[in-house]
């Protein structure tokens, strides 16, 4: 059985879906020259730096310690000096304390410090060695991982689901990390789950992805709790709500959070750097990223966090032709760069490079009022409606028709035969309606 949601898109149906230039590529490691650290990838106050230009750190050294209650520490993700400590612009973000350190590519690890095995590590040790570890969401959402698997009080959650639909178009990193790497996937999902104390836990991915359910099935043969789930190849089917409405049937209300479905999801990247925090003692210093589009060789490389995105589109072969955007993330959700010398952060699964031809967008027309993206909006909005009120900055309006529920996943603007922006016109709405607190 197939499980879904009702609504969204068809990507892959309408051959947008981008995926086959890169999913066939072995992940391979690219290491930079110098990596660019910012201190504040996460959501939550940025990290506090503890190292001055001069220093000489070692990998997986701290660089920036936690702030606040759900803050996480950062970690060199290269051996060498430190060359600046300095404001840098981030995308989508004010300019934000970076630390620079040129690489000696000795690789030299500071000293680790093991937890324990996966069945074996000592559960109410798990979250803090998640913290100390600087995990953060590696779907794209960045919220500290430690923070999401500690409860509030009268809260509880009974399942766990690993996310590894990767319904995103054009990327392929989660795809290549399930089917080699499933082992750890799996690990990962067990210590959330005895950290939890949750009996059950769920692979989630989509079907088309099968060379990966069998990996992902034969590492999780007789591995307590744990099943692996097949979805239906659709478009946002890895969206947290989408998901849990699939996988368990539960509804996550209005304005609410998996864990009032009582459910907890974690990204599969998510799941193996918590394997890594608490069986090898590493932090997170490295990612899986998928590089494609008008690049001459697409590929899935392993990079440091900090490594300039121009150097990762360089080591996939460097474009194909003239790129017209470069986008952070897949083609729906992903955001343009205006600058591709900008670090990549713990967050970044993806860099599509667009030609200058598909990069053009088509002038909006006006409504024709055909309904398409009613049937398309996974969290069953009014689109249409919405937009008009955010056309005439009624933003109160738009909040009683529940804008704030838009996971801004952009499969209206998709099917829009007007070529009206719906996402982007939403995306504006709910960060005014939080700015002015409407
Ligand atoms: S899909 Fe576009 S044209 Fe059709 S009703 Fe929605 S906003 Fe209007
Ligand atoms: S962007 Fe928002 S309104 Fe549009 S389909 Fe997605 S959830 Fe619905």
Redesign the pocket.
Known sequence: MRLSFK?GIHPLRERHEGKNASKGQPIRAYIPQSVCIPMDMHIGAPSAPVVAKGDRVKMGQVIATAVGGIGIPVHASVSGEVVAVSQKQLLGKNPSTCVEIRNDLQDEWTELTPLGEAETAPAERIIQAVRDAGICGMGGACFPTHAKMSLPEGKSVDTVILNGAECETFLTSDHRLMLEEPGRVVDGLRLIMRAMKVSRGFIAVEENKMDAVKAMQEAARGREGVSVVVLKTKY?QG?EKQLIEAVTGRQVPSGGLPMDAHVNVFNVGTAAAVADAVILGRPLVSRVTTVTGCVKEPANLLLRIGTPVQEAIDAAGGCSEEPGKVFLGGSMTGIAMPDTSMPMTKANNGIVVMGQKEAVVAPPTPCIRCAR?LA????????QR?KELCDQQDYAKAKKEH?M??????????VCPAKLE??PA??EAKDKITARRI
């Open positions: 609504g946002p969206g993206c398309a909006c996974p969290i069953r909005l009014n689109p919405l804008v529920d838009c996971i801004v996943c952009g499969a209206c603007s998709y719906l996402s939403f995306k």
